[in-house]
């Protein structure tokens, strides 16, 4: 407010002497309007409403007055300013949350006005508003967008594995075309008479298309879509053992029927039944990790799949979230090379005319009510979900539960004619969000490898503070650290963390391939590792001394399933190789670190009893929470000086069943990696950005055999 206050003088004062008041301190700061207002904002700035007012949410801080008392307050001074706004509002602790229609230059005068204000975001309309259109109303909001679509030629597809698409709705049609609609049985035909699929391909194409219908902005499409018919129409179940042989099929259908293009396999479907609450896998996701890992056709895939349902008597009896804790992953959910996807809740929202007396279950930021975890699962096995994606929310009275569309997410309705939107959720909407999210990376970085797009997506998800309230009540690694990991994932991911850069925070991808084990004379050893030497701008880091910075590290490689049931009691057994990383501790030399890798490869049988990695007390996780599955995410926190030395990753094998059995003469084969490393600071006037360009001259990973 004070600072407001400065600003406003100068543009309406003089000093004695003719000048602007506070000229100093306000003409050294370029467009001070719309930073303060894009600092107050959570979401993308491009929503900012510009002239036109819009309705945008509050978030006032309740510190000193009762939460009403504060939303009185700030009524108040809308009807002073002649701002429009709702009388209800949403309480939080120490937050309450109220509605205002207004522009750049409103926003503006309740900054300078009202010091409760801790954010402001945009309201979100209500699917609702679209799913009661019929077909001429909706067809009008479809041609608007139509007529702001820029489709773009990357060669990117998303192939949804699902009940169909129904690829003449408008907003489909020439993003799906009819020669990639196929199904794997001919008598099922390639339309959609159950819905869902048509429902994922909205949300595979567009991500939400609530906030892009309201719009008015061009919406760039960078990728296509693909189909599927993996399901029959009638919903009769396929028979357990066929589900393997149908993904193989339908994978292999969508490649020779459009063999040039990249693409990411969307696969919501899951079997609930039968489901063993150990991780352990299945037939099917036995066959999904052979197929993702190419093993028949040496063409490597990127599949998201969606983690399975919580169902509303589970959460009527053990209700939330402990519902969601005790219903494990679903089938093919424990597949090591696939992204599972669960869900989280950004929806609470509700008409109160229509839902009077029901309530949201999840707050902002939680756990979806439908999402299933693997908290039950043996440690050994993956941290499954990886990544959680929007999935809605569930509603109550205190004794029912349902859902509804007002916390639902819009997308495409298989009525064409009569309805052509519709909502879906939990973690089916998730999955389609997140196979989004993987074809767009996709198509802005055509060089990366399918395992560069899936350590991406992992690398950058990130936990609410609510999701670390809900499972995190105490930092034990082997408590509330695990029990977060296992509910959450990795958290939350992020399209714009994931794609790009800042000066405070900066991506490094690196690709490489190696061969992990090999025969020497009659023995059968690890052959090689790999070492990198960081870019570190060891020189800023030693200049911010104490400050606190952050990497992270995401190691990601597919690996090929056992070919018999046996090795799937044991994690070195089940897959056919292992890789794990290694930071160099601070004030350690180079020959010292590798002598620590080389005794932590020698060491694997013994589980690993060698030194931790670059100060193991700062990574969040640990070797024993990360060091499952095949894909690799740790989080190092703390001075800036004592991360300047850190400038070596090794990349090492460990055992799996390429070495152990012998007679299969996999012994010598290689593998491919990704290793994504990031550092950054809170501290935005900090460039790492511009230090670390000037670094990289060459390829900085050396193979040490």
Not at 122 to 150: C, H, Q
Not at 360 to 366: H, R
């Amino acid at each position: 407010n004070y600072f407001n206050k400065k600003i406003q003088e100068y543009l309406e004062q003089d000093t004695s002497a003719g000048n602007a008041k506070n000229k100093p301190l306000v003409e050294s700061i370029e467009t001070i309007k719309l930073a303060v207002v894009s600092s107050f904002w959570i979401g993308d700035v491009k929503y900012i409403p510009m002239e036109t007012s819009e309705w945008c949410e509050y978030w006032l801080r309740t510190e000193v007055l009762e939460e009403r008392e504060v939303a009185t307050q700030f009524y108040n001074l809308c009807d002073k300013m002649e701002i429009q706004h709702k009388n209800t509002c949403i309480v939080f602790p120490e937050k309450v949350v109220v509605l205002a229609k207004t522009n750049n230059a409103k926003i503006q005068e309740l900054l300078n006005e009202c010091n409760a204000i801790a954010e402001i975001r945009r309201a979100p309309e209500v699917a609702s508003f679209y799913t009661r259109m019929y077909g001429r109303e909706a067809n009008e909001w479809i041609l608007d967008l139509k007529d702001r679509l820029v489709l773009g030629q990357s060669g990117v597809c998303v192939c949804v594995l699902d009940t169909g698409v129904n690829y003449s709705h408008p907003l489909l049609k020439d993003i799906l075309a009819s020669e990639h609609a196929q199904t794997v049985e001919i008598e099922w035909g390639t339309d959609d008479k159950d819905g869902h699929g048509t429902e994922m391909a909205g949300l595979c194409e567009y991500f939400d298309l609530e906030p892009i219908l309201s719009g008015r902005e061009s919406v760039e499409i960078n990728h296509r879509l693909e189909s599927v018919k993996i399901l029959p129409s009638a919903g009769t179940d396929n028979s357990p053992e066929l589900y393997g042989a149908i993904t193989a099929n339908a994978s292999s259908m969508a490649e020779i029927a459009n063999p040039q293009a990249k693409r990411v396999f969307c696969m919501a479907v899951t079997a609930d039944k039968y489901v063993t609450k150990d991780g352990a896998p299945s037939s099917w996701s036995a066959e999904l990790d052979s197929i993702i890992a190419g093993v028949i056709d040496g063409i490597k895939k990127l599949y998201v799949v969606s983690a399975g349902n919580v169902q509303f008597d589970e959460l009527k009896s053990a209700q939330y979230p402990s519902a969601n804790i005790n219903h494990p992953i679903e089938d093919p959910g424990q597949s090591w090379n696939a992204i599972t996807v669960g869900a989280y809740s950004n929806r609470i929202q509700l008409d109160d005319k229509v839902f009077k007396g029901w309530n949201p279950i999840a707050d902002v930021g939680e756990l979806c009510p439908f999402s299933s975890t693997s908290i039950t699962w043996d440690n050994k096995w993956p941290i499954k979900p990886e990544i959680l994606m929007d999935g809605g929310n569930a509603i109550t009275d205190g004794t029912n539960i349902d859902i509804c569309d007002d916390v639902s997410i819009l997308t495409t309705n298989r009525d064409v004619i009569g309805r052509p939107f519709t909502t879906t959720n939990a973690t089916s909407a998730a999955t389609a969000q997140a196979a989004y999210m993987a074809a767009e990376l996709m198509s802005a970085y055509p060089s990366l490898w399918e395992e560069s797009i899936r350590a991406l997506m992992v690398h950058s998800a990130q936990w609410t503070e609510q999701m670390k309230a809900q499972f995190c009540v105490d930092k034990k690694k082997s408590g509330g650290i695990r029990s977060l990991l296992r509910c959450c994932g990795y958290g939350i991911a992020d399209l714009e963390r994931a794609k790009s850069s800042m000066d405070n925070s900066v991506n490094m991808i690196i690709q490489a391939e190696l061969q992990p084990y090999c025969k020497q004379n009659s023995d059968y050893k690890m052959k090689d590792m790999h070492l990198h030497k960081l870019p570190w701008p060891t020189e800023l880091l030693q200049s911010l001394d104490n400050t606190i910075v952050s990497m992270k590290v995401t190691l990601s490689y597919y690996i090929e399933p056992a070919p018999d049931q046996k090795g799937w009691n044991n994690k070195y057994r089940y897959a056919s190789n292992a890789l794990r990383f290694e930071v160099i501790n601070k004030d350690q030399n180079k020959e010292d670190f590798l002598k620590r890798v080389n005794a932590k490869i020698r060491g694997e049988d013994n589980k690993d009893k060698g030194q931790g990695s670059a100060g193991a007390g700062r990574w969040f996780l640990g070797k024993d929470n990360r060091d499952v599955g095949s894909i690799h995410s740790d989080i190092w926190t703390g001075p800036a000086v004592d991360l300047a030395d850190c400038n070596y990753i090794a990349v090492f094998p460990v055992i799996g069943w390429w070495r152990e059995r012998h007679h299969l003469g996999r012994y010598d084969d290689t593998m491919r990696y990704s290793l994504v490393v990031s550092i950054s600071t809170p501290d935005e006037s900090v460039d790492f950005y511009t230090s670390i360009q000037t670094i990289i001259e060459q390829q900085v990973a050396t193979e040490i055999k």
